[in-house]
């Protein structure tokens, strides 16, 4: 590195107030950012650490190498407003990119920093996924608010059922169809998605939603992640959205008492966001995930 405020760090002993900041600044990506760093580090495939630090601005730069893949976090409290800030980070990717192989590169930035996404999109790397982390932690007044939570007259929740797993399939894609067009994306549903259902329903974290005998929507719980709600077309702005999020809090925070939860949403879907927002979630992150796919 040739930037003077890039500090290389001893991976193998980082102090503990090196750890804390690398974990600070990659939650401004979000949860999953920061776990990833938690782990490697924990299994000693933390390759390097750089902390980038003046009166301006402070970042990081986190490097893991797996058997399979690398992994690249960037994190900086503002915005980027030099090259010669990114260079020393453009020349380490670089390196990377020359001596990867078969390996996978991934890399995963605070997308506040809009002129590092801008610059390593028009690098060869493709964005996977761009939205926002939101939070919400268990509050007196919530539980009191979801203590009185009722399903109508009509609605039920099932557990998975395999007759059913064709409609969920139907009913994913039918839900995402607007979100992917936006996106440019075309969702691979089959095998693979119906096992993930499965999965998650022994766990005890997946419902489907039913109006008499016909299926409107379904959510999929990871512990505290809320990782889907998905209701059909024609069914949405008409407050299921909202009965199955408040579904989910319930089992989360009553059921299996955990103190907050999370949930992901790309950027473009502004009417999740709107009702994320409506039922007391915050944002807590704004992530920019990528894969190097330049041959």
């Avoid at 924990?42 to 750089?50: C, I, P, R």
């Avoid at 008409?238 to 989910?248: E, Q, S, V």
């Avoid at 502004?270 to 992530?287: D, H, S, W």
Wanted: charged residues 25%; aromatic residues 14%; negative net charge.
């Amino acid at each position: 590195m040739s930037n003077n405020n890039w500090i290389n760090c001893e991976t193998s002993k980082l102090t503990k107030q090196e750890k804390s900041f690398a974990i600070y600044m990659l939650s401004k990506i979000n949860r999953s950012a920061k776990k990833i760093f938690e782990q490697a580090y924990e299994q000693q495939l933390l390759k390097e650490y750089l902390i980038y630090d003046d009166k301006d601005n402070r970042g990081v730069m986190t490097v893991i190498e797996d058997k399979d893949y690398y992994a690249i976090q960037i994190s900086f409290e503002r915005d980027i407003n030099s090259f010669n800030i990114i260079k020393p980070v453009h020349d380490k990717i670089e390196s990377i990119i020359l001596m990867k192989g078969n390996k996978d590169l991934y890399l995963n930035i605070n997308a506040y920093n809009n002129t590092i996404v801008n610059y390593f999109r028009n690098y060869g790397f493709t964005q996977d996924s761009y939205g926002f982390e939101y939070s919400m932690n268990k509050t007196a007044e919530k539980i009191n608010e979801l203590y009185n939570f009722k399903l109508d007259e009509g609605l039920s929740f099932k557990k998975f059922e395999n007759s059913e797993a064709q409609n969920y399939l139907n009913l994913i894609e039918d839900s995402f169809m607007e979100q992917d067009l936006m996106c440019g994306e075309k969702s691979e549903l089959g095998e693979n998605t119906v096992s993930w259902l499965k999965k998650a329903d022994e766990n005890n974290g997946f419902g489907a939603l039913w109006k008499d005998d016909c299926l409107i929507g379904l959510y999929v719980l990871d512990g505290e992640y809320i990782s889907n709600i998905a209701v059909l077309s024609e069914y949405k702005g008409r407050g299921y959205g909202t009965l199955m999020l408040n579904h989910c809090l319930k089992d989360i925070f009553i059921n299996k008492e955990y103190n907050d939860t999370y949930l992901y949403v790309y950027s473009v879907n502004i009417k999740a966001q709107k009702m994320y927002l409506k039922n007391g979630f915050e944002v807590n992150a704004f992530y920019s995930e990528n894969t190097y796919s330049r041959v």
